[in-house]
């Protein structure tokens, strides 16, 4: 078995290098460097089609109806090619850039509408998102933040939880029922709001840690493509959650 490591992000988990094949002789091999590029490129392509979905939101004087539809297809289509990507690791290198497309899409709709509500939010929640991450990356690779078996199953947990607590307010939804704090500025949503971040944050070490023990132990060289969507899956959720944080505490 290559890992054993777990992850709370679902596009790396402890079956996602222990049942990749080990390189053959001679066959390249998944670099930190690579991936670090394969991440630029996604977050490149993303950034486009947010900018391009923006546009449309703000060239039609903020009318909603002009990016549900850009929206819709982004979240769908996202959706979809994510969970191909993470059944079948090796699709990556194909569907990764696609995917960032889509998702720039759906972030791109979402993020005009809050800004629209709320000037200067968008800024601020992407100045916030780069932030966190940085400070996270030098606090790992300095051995601040320490990936311990411990450390592992707290964040797991935390992130099911999370998945299932989004996964009920999902259905009760169809029963016009809400989940109060998930969505309210009151001072328990705030706390909500600010734990799912922290739990977002602390999944960026996980996948910094997971793709360091991927690079040294001779993964694939398709790997980087497929840590690098899972990277991106990780900093969109972030965003969206700090996103949605800035949004309440501008309620207050």
């Known amino acids: 078995m ?8 679902p596009g790396l988990n402890d079956r996602t290098f222990a049942a990749v094949p080990r390189p053959a002789v001679g066959e390249e091999r998944m670099t ?14 993303l950034l486009v089609g947010a ?11 903020g009318d909603p109806a002009a990016v549900s539809g850009l929206m819709l297809l982004g979240l769908i289509g996202g959706l979809i090619l994510a969970l191909v990507i ?11 850039l696609p995917y960032a ?5 759906a972030i791109g709709g979402i993020s005009a509408i809050f800004e629209r509500r709320y000037p200067g939010i968008a800024i601020q929640a992407v100045g916030l998102t780069f932030g966190v991450m940085a400070v996270l990356l030098v606090a790992y690779r300095t051995k601040v933040i320490r990936v311990t078996e411990h450390f592992k199953a707290m964040v797991v947990g935390a992130t099911g939880a999370i998945a299932l607590l989004y996964a009920v307010s999902f259905i009760l939804g169809f029963f016009h029922i809400q989940v109060p704090f998930l969505n309210d500025a009151s001072p328990l949503g705030i706390v909500v709001s600010l734990a799912i971040i922290v739990v ?19 993964a694939p060289r398709y790997m980087e493509w497929y840590s690098a969507f899972a990277l991106i899956v990780t900093l969109v959720w ?3 959650e700090i ?10």
């Open 101 to 105: 497309a889509l998702e720039g899409l």
């Open 243 to 252: 996103l949605r944080f800035l949004a309440k505490a501008r309620q207050r």
């Open 2 to 9: 290559l890992m054993e490591y777990k992850t709370g992000n």
């Open 32 to 45: 930190l460097q690579g991936t670090v590029n394969k991440s630029f490129m996604m977050l490149a392509v």
């Open 200 to 218: 977002a944050a602390l999944n960026l070490v996980m996948d910094f840690d997971f793709i360091q023990t991927g690079v040294e132990h001779g």
């Open 86 to 96: 993470s059944f079948k690791q090796t699709t990556a290198p194909y569907l990764a």
């Open 238 to 240: 972030l965003y969206l």
């Open 51 to 61: 900018l391009w979905c923006w546009a449309q939101f703000f060239t039609s004087r």
